[in-house]
Antibody, heavy 120, light 108 residues
Framework: QITLKESGPTLVKPTQTLTLTCTLS??????????VGWIRQPPGKALEWLAF???????RYSPSLKSRLTITKDTSKNQVVLTMTDMDPVDTATYSC????????????WGRGTLVTVSS | SYVLTQPPSVSVAPGKTARISCGGH??????VHWYQQKPGQAPVLVIY???DRPSGIPERFSGSNSGNTATLTISRVEAGDEADYYC???????????FGGGTKLTVL
C-alpha cells in the first residue's frame, strides 16, 4: 500500500522559511519514471501546483513561485523536502504532496496535507 | 502560461447526468486529468489521459476532450458524488503542472 505523509510546522512567521517533508511508504523514490509533486490549497480556494521532482532528480517549479521554492529528495529516507522562503500570510494553505507513479502527467495518489498558517 | 477555466458550480438532481467543463486554448492537444475532492479530504484521481479510469472508479465517470473544451461526465449522479472537481494538465511547453479553478458539484 502506497502512502504519503506530510510533516512540518503548522505556524510560521512572516519572512520566515517554511520547510516541509513528504515521507513516502510502499514505493521507492528511485523507481524509474516516478515523481513527487507539492501542491497547496488556501482555505476555500483552488489547488495550486508548486514543484515537482523526478526519480532522476530533475526538478520543475511553478513559474510564479520559482524564486522562492526549492525541492529536494533524500532517497535513503524516501523523503521529498520542499522549502519556501519569505513566507507571507497569503501563503497560508494546506500543503500536500502527491505521487506520479509513472511520470505520466497525473497524480495517482495524494497525501492528506498539512495546514500551514503564516501569522506573526 | 496555460490557463484552464472551469465553471464555479454545477447542480444536478440525483440520477441525472452531470457535465463539468474545463476550457483551455487547444486543450485537445493536452491530456486532461480530473480529481474529485470531498470536504476535508485529499483529492482523488477519477479520470486520467482524457478518458481513462483508475481502478476502483465507477464506470459512471467518463471524460472527453475536443477543441477547446474537456468535459467530465458523471452519469446517474449519486449524493456521494457531491464534491469539488478539478481538471489538470501537464503543460509540456513550460514543463509544469496546471490546475483548473475547480467546480463545486451540488446534488440537489
Amino acid at each position: 500500500q502506497i502512502t504519503l505523509k506530510e510533516s512540518g510546522p503548522t505556524l510560521v512567521k512572516p519572512t520566515q522559511t517554511l520547510t516541509l517533508t513528504c515521507t513516502l511508504s510502499g514505493f521507492s523514490l528511485t523507481t524509474s519514471g516516478m515523481g513527487v509533486g507539492w501542491i497547496r490549497q488556501p482555505p476555500g480556494k483552488a489547488l495550486e501546483w508548486l514543484a515537482f521532482i523526478y526519480w532522476d532528480d530533475t526538478k520543475r517549479y511553478s513559474p510564479s513561485l520559482k524564486s522562492r521554492l526549492t525541492i529536494t529528495k533524500d532517497t535513503s529516507k524516501n523523503q521529498v523536502v520542499l522549502t519556501m522562503t519569505d513566507m507571507d500570510p497569503v501563503d497560508t494553505a494546506t500543503y500536500s504532496c502527491a505521487i506520479q507513479l509513472t511520470g505520466d502527467g497525473y497524480f495517482d495518489l495524494w497525501g492528506r496535507g498539512t495546514l500551514v498558517t503564516v501569522s506573526s | 502560461s496555460y490557463v484552464l477555466t472551469q465553471p464555479p458550480s454545477v447542480s444536478v438532481a440525483p440520477g441525472k447526468t452531470a457535465r463539468i467543463s474545463c476550457g483551455g486554448h487547444n486543450i485537445d492537444n493536452y491530456r486532461v486529468h480530473w480529481y474529485q475532492q470531498k470536504p476535508g479530504q485529499a483529492p482523488v484521481l477519477v479520470i486520467y489521459h482524457n478518458n481513462d479510469r483508475p481502478s476502483g472508479i465507477p464506470e459512471r465517470f467518463s471524460g472527453s476532450n475536443s477543441g477547446n473544451t474537456a468535459t467530465l461526465t458523471i452519469s446517474r449522479v449519486e449524493a456521494g458524488d457531491e464534491a469539488d472537481y478539478y481538471c489538470q494538465v501537464w503543460d509540456s511547453g513550460g514543463d509544469h503542472v496546471v490546475f483548473g479553478g475547480g467546480t463545486k458539484l451540488t446534488v440537489l
